[in-house]
């Protein structure tokens, strides 16, 4: 058996937002999948985590929520003075109380909320709005000179409005999620991480507690209007929803509104950014889809794929146990590569080829078991919208720049897509 530990320079670059903007990434990944699927990392500043590089592993520790739980340790990687800061804030590990960061019996209690609501039959109810969403977006774009940032001008606003529409939050306060939605997770942009790391614990504590306060703040004027006035949306179902009898504690129901606020857009719009990079790269892709439109789910499933826009999540152990030849102890870090389990070479041929045929998909870009994503067929179903609506009116679409990545080792993806095209 090969060393536990993985080379201290991948460790290095694993916890390095940097990594994951740049090819390298897949390099490091393709070498552990074949040398060391299952080893330690160990980055100054960090607690040794074991780096799950294998799509059957990812699938294993997902599947099993009671070996692998989430709420114990930090669901996203964490430097050890991150979670200091956390501690000192919320007394957990966690910034946030949201889905994400339950376990049995609260998760599922709580899941149950909207679970039904986000279940394909429901989220089709919501197409008309969303395809007039999508058509908004259509015709933006083609008001634009033939030129464009694909991600700063489409594909960033059309899931955060779908996000809007879903939850009921009207259109005038559009800027303001966004901004709060980048406050607090904003660990993608290099400058407010220097910002945030120049800060004191107290400044830093005094800031998140500002930006959740706001959040706080503003959900509860939304949850209140809507148990006086109820409609069809999000917002009214969680204003009014009830855990065991009573009515959703504050730190939780901002939590609950914060993850749907924010979960549903950074991801759905770098797989868009993704499916259009393969239109305007790879040859006779736009011709074949576009002439056939039943093709469109294919080439979105492969987008998320080959985007995995979450990177990573991060599970603990509940008890010694064994995975792969190793010796997993109690309480151990580790992290799903998602990224690494979607380019597997045992489950896709060819696995760094943008390729809309492979059939079945098994692409795990939306994680497995209890915590699978909720979103993830309103995140389909807005994507084949949007494509239904662009691709008939697009002849020809090129790269015009270098396109650029988000660096973080959360959610990233494309930055900038510059692209040239023409219309019919
Ligand atoms: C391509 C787009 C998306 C991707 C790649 C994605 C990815 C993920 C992943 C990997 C998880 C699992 C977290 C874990 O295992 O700890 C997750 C959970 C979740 N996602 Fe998504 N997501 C997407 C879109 C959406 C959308 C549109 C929404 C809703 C508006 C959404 C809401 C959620 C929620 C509520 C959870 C928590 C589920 C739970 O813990 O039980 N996601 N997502």
Redesign the pocket.
């Known amino acids: 058996m090969t060393d536990r530990n993985i080379p201290a320079d991948m460790a290095y670059k694993l916890v390095h937002g940097a990594t994951y903007a740049s090819d390298e990434l897949h390099d490091i990944y393709r070498w552990l999948r074949a040398n060391n699927p299952l080893g330690v990392a160990e980055a100054e500043g960090f607690d040794p985590f074991w780096v799950v590089t294998k799509h059957a592993d990812i699938l294993e520790i997902?599947r099993n929520n009671s070996l692998y739980p989430?709420a114990v340790r930090g669901?996203t990687l964490t430097s050890q003075s991150g979670e200091a800061r956390a501690r000192a804030i919320t007394g957990t590990p966690h910034l946030v109380r949201?889905?994400?960061?339950?376990d049995e019996p609260d998760?599922m209690k709580?899941?149950l909320l909207?679970?039904a609501w986000?279940m394909p039959a429901n989220v089709r109810k919501r197409e008309e709005d969303i395809r007039a969403l999508a058509k908004q977006a259509a015709d933006n774009f083609a008001a634009l000179p033939g030129k464009c940032d694909f991600v700063k001008d489409v594909a960033l606003h059309y899931?955060l409005r779908?996000?809007m529409n879903?939850?009921g939050v009207p259109e005038e306060d559009f800027g303001r999620m966004l901004r709060l939605t980048q406050e607090l997770f904003g660990a993608s942009d290099p400058d407010t991480e220097r910002f945030k790391a120049a800060l004191s614990d107290e400044q830093f504590a005094q800031l998140l507690i500002g930006v959740v306060q706001d959040f706080t703040d503003y959900f509860e004027q939304i949850a209140n209007d809507r148990r006086a006035n109820p409609r069809d949306d999000l917002a009214t179902l969680l204003a009014n929803a009830e855990i065991d009898g009573a009515p959703l504690p504050p730190f939780e129901r901002t939590g609950?509104f914060t993850?749907?606020?924010t979960?549903?857009?950074d991801?759905?719009s770098?797989?868009t950014a993704a499916a259009m990079w393969a239109l305007a790269t790879q040859p006779g892709l736009l011709e074949r889809v576009r002439a056939d439109l039943t093709l469109v789910p294919a080439l979105i499933e492969e987008a998320?794929r080959w985007?995995?826009?979450?990177k990573t999540?991060?599970?603990s152990a509940a008890q010694d146990t064994e995975l792969r030849g190793r010796q997993i102890k109690e309480g151990d870090w580790l992290m799903?590569c998602?990224a690494s389990g979607n380019r597997d070479e045992e489950v896709f041929a060819s696995s760094d080829t943008f390729d809309i045929a492979r059939t079945p998909n098994r692409q795990?870009?939306?994680?497995?078991?209890?915590?699978?994503?909720?979103?993830?067929h309103?995140?389909?179903m807005?994507?084949r919208i949007l494509f239904e609506e662009l691709l008939p009116r697009l002849r020809s679409v090129r790269l015009d720049g270098e396109p650029r990545y988000v660096e973080s080792f959360f959610v990233s993806g494309l930055k900038t897509l510059p692209i040239a095209f023409e219309l019919n």
């Open positions: 997902s989430s669901t949201s889905l994400v960061q339950m998760h709580y899941r909207t679970q986000f899931p779908v996000v879903i939850l609950y993850i749907i606020a979960a549903g857009h991801t759905t770098s797989s998320i985007a995995t826009p979450v999540f991060m599970r799903l998602y795990l870009a939306f994680g497995n078991g209890a915590h699978l994503c909720l979103g993830q309103l995140a389909r807005e994507m």
